[in-house]
């Protein structure tokens, strides 16, 4: 037995009285560790360790199956789980202190609301359920609550996920520990696609675990992949219906041309120029896909060119003074003497500007008038925006065709836009172009009193250098 002294006693051979610098020197004891409490701490956290391996296996399969996936990378996937090991070891080594090998046994049983559990699915971005081997939710994260909100933790999936192949997915996988992968459609409130991966995990850590066992689900939106893949269809299918009209007209006159009317003078004078305009129509059509290939190409690549607007929208109204004769149509413009500057691409605010205003000399003839306004408005958030407002009389259009103008090859009268030589493409060309310039485009229309369409651009601060609009 040691005897108690007012010296603390040390192991031996680690102070010696007298030296320089040491314990019996200073005064002050100095605690070293035995080899008997480093390897207690080690057991613990050895013990730590066998406590966490099934959160260290799920963890690794988890960010195994989304570096797969694409959803995070491997990097991430690699940071993630060294977080989610290292508090799972060092809570199983506090867990473990003081418990020896006759503790050992089966781990608990997962239960609703693990918090190891939802702390893993709750960093993950797509929608994640965990449910237990009798299809009971354990576990779900905020994307999930949004795909599914009528899952519950603690109630069967299967009450939430009227899905029956998805139901059924989930108790095949349950069953022989094989992943799933299958898509489904929900009809109501709208149309969604969904991809969902079925993963058992837990069932290669023998069967003191088999409680521990639980299957993950993961669900993808494909609605926007879906949307684009229809909307590509629809574009290749107007586009191809656009150019086949024209086509087949030009096919028949050359036909005809070369049979019936070779030597007919009068048919070649009456048919070759409709054949023109025909061709003329062809040659605009691709023109525009062109454009909005471009612009849609370029589209996350703001302008940077200063330009002012206000000689760019008189040169356009004068270009077109020509049109608004031919319509018996006048035009006038009102627009402040000081330049109002933005930041633009000049060949793409022309655009912009003469599909607006040969819109209106087209389909707002009747009226007899087009006004061209050139202004500035302030924001909430304090900047200013530019402006520029074409106000046609003519019939005006019905609310139900207002928000669907800007679709491409929609059309309120498809004979009249035909016969105007309308592509369908020109107010898509200009909601592109004003996207792309951080601007967008509106539409006011009364049935009877005209359409009025505006321009919103930001405008460059006061203070800016006025540049000339030919640079």
């Not at 799972?88 to 997962?110: D, F, K, M, Q, Y």
């Not at 949004?146 to 939430?160: F, K, T, Y």
């Amino acid at each position: 037995m040691t005897r108690k002294s007012g010296r603390p006693a040390f192991g031996s051979g680690h102070a010696q009285a007298g030296k320089p610098g040491s314990n019996g020197a200073s005064g002050h004891p100095q605690v070293s560790e035995s080899p008997g409490d480093f390897d207690g701490r080690s057991a613990r956290y050895v013990a730590g360790i066998v406590h966490a391996r099934l959160v260290l296996a799920a963890a690794g399969l988890v960010f195994a199956a989304f570096t797969v996936a694409g959803t995070l990378s491997a990097l991430q996937a690699l940071g993630g789980f060294a977080v989610i090991a290292v508090a799972a070891v060092i809570r199983g080594a506090n867990a473990g202190e003081g418990a020896g090998p006759a503790s050992a046994g089966p781990p608990p049983a997962l239960a609703p609301g693990d918090p190891v559990l939802e702390t893993v699915i709750a960093g993950i971005p797509d929608a994640v359920v965990v449910l237990d081997r009798e299809g009971r939710v354990l576990a779900l994260n905020a994307q999930a609550e949004i795909v599914a909100p009528a899952l519950r933790r603690g109630d069967p999936a299967s009450i939430a996920l009227r899905m029956p192949e998805l139901v059924q997915a989930i108790r095949s996988a349950t069953a022989d520990g094989e992943p799933r992968r299958i898509e489904f459609t929900e009809r109501v409130p709208v149309d969604r696609w969904y991809e969902a991966i079925i993963t058992p995990v837990g069932r290669t850590l023998g069967p003191q675990a088999r409680s521990r066992e639980f299957v993950l689900v993961t669900f993808r939106d494909l609605t926007p992949l879906r949307q684009v893949e229809e909307m590509r269809a629809d574009f290749v299918a107007n586009a191809s219906h656009e150019l086949r009209t024209p086509l087949a007209a030009l096919s028949g006159f050359i036909d005809t041309l070369q049979g019936p009317a070779r030597d007919d003078v009068a048919a070649q004078k009456r048919f070759l120029p409709i054949m023109q305009a025909q061709a003329t129509r062809m040659a605009r059509l691709i023109d525009d896909l062109l454009s909005l290939s471009r612009i849609e190409l370029n589209a996350h690549r703001r302008p940077d060119t200063q330009l002012d607007a206000v000689p760019l929208v008189r040169q356009v109204a004068d270009g077109l003074q020509t049109l608004a004769r031919d319509r018996d149509v006048s035009i006038t413009i009102q627009a402040p003497a000081q330049p109002q500057l933005v930041l633009g691409d000049r060949d793409e605010l022309i655009r912009v500007f003469e599909n607006l205003i040969e819109n209106a000399l087209k389909y707002g003839a009747a009226g007899k008038r087009v006004e061209i306004t050139v202004s500035s408005a302030d924001l909430p958030e304090g900047a200013k925006e530019l402006r520029v407002a074409v106000r046609d009389y003519g019939p005006g259009i019905a609310p139900e065709h207002l928000p669907r103008l800007t679709e491409r090859f929609y059309r309120v009268d498809v004979v009249e836009s035909r016969e105007q030589g309308g592509t369908g493409l020109g107010l898509a060309l200009v909601k592109h172009i004003l996207n792309r310039h951080g601007g967008r485009l509106s539409i006011i229309s009364t049935r009877g009193a005209g359409a009025t369409f505006t321009a919103h651009i930001p405008l460059l601060p006061a203070d800016a250098r006025p540049v000339d609009s030919r640079s």
